[in-house]
């Protein structure tokens, strides 16, 4: 008896000790050919489920589950996943706005040249290639969708509105953002019942910052204060907001999802990604959304990548699904199901790119409409803090739709708020 | 002999052996918890404090010693102020309905009940019921165009609310989440002691025709009060600490609204530590929230021992 009790102190403290290390794993490339369970972790909308199961049906070793959270709160958890080196998923997806922050610190990530990811560099545009690479050139991420511009309207609202329903003309009513608030004014006019011009402004002031050459970042420096884009960005956003436009709903809270379905709001900038968003959250409002240009013309918001984290236990394994689910005929696929726009070059001449039409989006050209939008695309360098940033300047936009502030004040604050991040 | 000679050189040795045993034993039969303890609050206690005293990024390797720097930002910090202002008046709103609601519950289920089983442990099923699905489902309830509250609100012709605008609104929503939570788990508390009060205080009281709201307040709360100053204190820990509500009544971010207006202390912090990584403040952050709460406690527990005594 005496001797058990000596004993459960150092089990436990033999356990803490175990617990503690228990992540270096080493090597961790054993059996890759026995059963293999891989772990991939996304946001928003992927479209990968039928994927997954195809692949399972190819691979019946690999056995695939699922991650899906706020795009947000992702990149969060990765963030400390890496930091204290467990908890990643087996692959990791990466958003434009945050994947600097990771970039930075590729010892986290599997190189996936050392795998062979040179060989297939030839399917992406050579900037959607960089942007997955980290400053000494090792290549962390594989290009999944782009994000290109375009503008979702509600044809049904905008007939009720007495604006036109066909998609050249409407592009027509909106050169510029500003063409775009006075053809919102003219919405609001006409009060249709439940209804306003625009979601509210997280998506709009993104799709301006979009289109500017230098967005939050000037190289290694933050320009809020100085970058006239941005302020631009602003000001639009907030003008649209004053003028009444806005349906206030809070962009990926349950009042927007609604929002689709319900029809509260008759425009929302889309880049090509938001299609797939709509289609999920709007399943019986098929044929009354359609698609034109973006005011302003072009611009890129989002694309991802997907990445291999190194403390993986599968990484090899998880490269090779990764390079599955990226291969052109993958993304062929998704998007002519969900709409997520393909950064692989290949495919743009692609009659199966070329000449899609989305039934659900009223039969839109949207290969064409894209296609466009991202090969003359230029791409905005994010910085590490991108994504903290936005949210800051999101807040003060907020702040004026929730009449807290004038949109003087806000921005104001807005200049203290980022300071603080720095 | 030489048996003997064993035995007597076994003699003091084995008398060592027992007072181990006796001595010893008892802080072997401890040890795990305190063990546990160790590794899991002690150690990360002045682990933060060491951590608090640098430039802590959980991005770099690099660890800057900067003394109390992190604490004098602190101090300057609207950030935070704002946040403890918000800390306090959650827990205010939220506290004193909760415990007031609490002793009306328990009383009501101190009666002669049919199903009193029943009844008493549908007090305790908000909560068990997890925080986070709590928060969502009030989250929606709150909510500007589909909420019920403002559905029921507008059946009296109140305008809508938009509760996670305005500071009052929002705290109030907050609030409610807590109190929901709360009231049963107190209630139950409260029952226990209940218990424990002589029925023949009551009999004679219903005899001299006191009401009954008349025996909560003369006899119940009287009898009960060192478990009502055990509530108080406890929930005004916890009340300090409030996370998951105003993180998931936000909806998006961590920042508890477009101005901060209902981001508490603990809200704060984790946006410090695992919005920006910058664990060097948010461990100062910590600590100084450590310090209030000692405090706020040490003043609930003279304000209580002054009105023991007298």
């Known amino acids: ?410 921005w104001q604050q807005v200049l203290t708020d980022v300071k603080a991040l720095l | 002999m030489t048996q003997l000679a064993t035995e007597e050189r076994a003699g003091p040795r084995r008398g060592l052996l027992h007072r181990l045993d006796v001595k010893g034993s008892p802080y072997l039969y401890i040890a795990p918890f305190f063990i546990l303890f160790l590794g899991f609050g002690v150690f990360p206690l002045i682990f933060t404090a060491w951590v608090s005293l640098h430039e802590w990024s959980l991005l770099s390797e690099e660890h800057t010693w900067i003394g109390f720097g992190n604490y004098t930002k602190l101090f300057d910090d609207p950030a935070f102020w704002n946040a403890l202002w918000n800390t306090v008046s959650i827990w205010v709103i939220s506290t004193v309905p909760q415990l007031v609601l609490a002793l009306v519950l328990a009383h009501i289920l101190n009666q002669r009940l049919r199903g009193q089983t029943f009844w008493r442990m549908s007090a305790l099923i908000p909560n068990i019921t997890s925080v986070a699905a709590v928060a969502i489902i009030f989250s929606q309830l709150f909510g500007r165009d589909y909420g019920l509250f403002n559905w029921v609100l507008g059946l009296f012709g109140i305008d809508k609310i938009d509760w996670t605008a305005n500071t009052w609104s929002s705290h109030v929503a907050v609030s409610t989440m807590i109190i929901w939570r709360w009231t049963g788990y107190n209630a139950l508390i409260y029952l226990a002691a209940m218990q424990a009060v002589p029925k023949e205080l009551y009999d004679s009281a219903s005899l001299d025709g006191a009401s009954s709201f008349q025996q909560l307040r003369k006899i119940t709360v009287p009898a009960i009060r060192p478990t009502i100053i055990f509530t108080v204190i406890i929930s005004t820990i916890g009340g300090m600490q409030v996370l998951a509500e105003p993180l998931l009544f936000g909806g998006n971010g961590l920042t508890g609204g477009s101005d901060r207006q209902f981001q508490t202390l603990a809200l704060y912090l984790y946006e410090v530590a695992f919005g920006r990584f910058d664990f060097g403040y948010a461990s100062a952050s910590s600590w100084v929230m450590f310090l209030i709460i000692v405090i706020v406690a040490a003043i609930n527990f003279g304000i209580i021992s002054r009105l023991r005594r007298s």
């Open chain 1, 1 to 410: 008896m005496r001797r058990f009790t000596a004993v459960v102190p150092i089990a436990i403290a033999a356990m803490l000790a175990t617990a503690a290390c228990g992540s270096d794993d080493g090597d961790n490339q054993a059996a890759d050919d026995g059963p293999v369970s891989l772990t991939v972790a996304t946001f928003g909308e992927f479209g990968y489920k039928e994927l997954y199961d195809e692949y399972m049906k190819l691979h019946p070793n690999v056995k695939i589950t699922e991650r899906i959270t706020k795009t947000e709160d992702h990149h969060k958890n990765l963030a400390a996943h890496l930091a204290t080196n467990t908890g990643a998923a087996d692959i990791e997806a990466l958003e434009e706005g945050w994947i600097g922050q990771f970039t930075a610190q590729p010892s986290k990530f599997v190189d996936l040249t050392e795998y062979g990811a040179n060989d297939i560099k030839a399917q992406w545009p050579e900037w959607k290639w960089n942007v997955g690479a980290s400053k000494d050139g090792k290549v962390i991420g594989l290009g999944t969708d782009a994000g290109g511009m375009a503008m979702c309207y509600r044809s049904d609202l905008f007939k009720k509105a007495g604006l036109p329903t066909d998609r050249a003309e409407v592009s027509k009513l909106w050169p510029t953002w500003e063409q775009y608030i006075e053809t919102g004014k003219k919405f609001e006019a006409a009060k249709v019942a439940g209804a306003h011009f625009f979601d509210g402004p997280t998506v709009m002031y993104r799709s301006i910052l979009g289109q500017a050459p230098v967005g939050l970042y000037d190289g290694d420096n933050v320009v809020v204060d100085s970058n006239p884009d941005v302020k631009k960005a602003f000001d639009l956003s907030a003008q649209a907001v004053t003028s009444g436009l806005s349906a206030r709903a809070e962009a990926w809270t349950p009042a927007w999802n609604a929002g689709f379905a319900k029809g509260t709001f008759a425009t929302l900038a889309c880049p090509s990604w938001m299609m797939a968003y709509i289609q999920t959250q709007a399943k019986d409002a098929s044929g009354k959304w359609d698609i034109a240009d973006v005011p302003g013309g072009g611009g890129n918001w989002g694309g991802s990548w997907l990445t291999v984290p190194k403390q993986g236990k599968h990484t090899k394994a998880a490269y090779e699904l990764a390079k599955w689910l990226t291969a052109p005929e993958q993304e062929v696929k998704v998007f002519q199901k969900y709409g997520n726009f393909p950064s692989t070059l290949t495919l743009y001449e692609d009659p199966a790119i070329k000449d899609f039409v989305n039934p659900y989006f009223n039969n839109a050209p949207v290969g064409q409409i894209f296609s466009k939008s991202v090969t003359t695309m230029k791409p905005q360098y994010l910085g590490p803090k991108a994504g903290d940033i936005n949210t800051q300047i999101i807040n003060g936009l907020t702040r004026i739709e929730q009449g807290k502030q004038t949109p003087d004040q806000s």
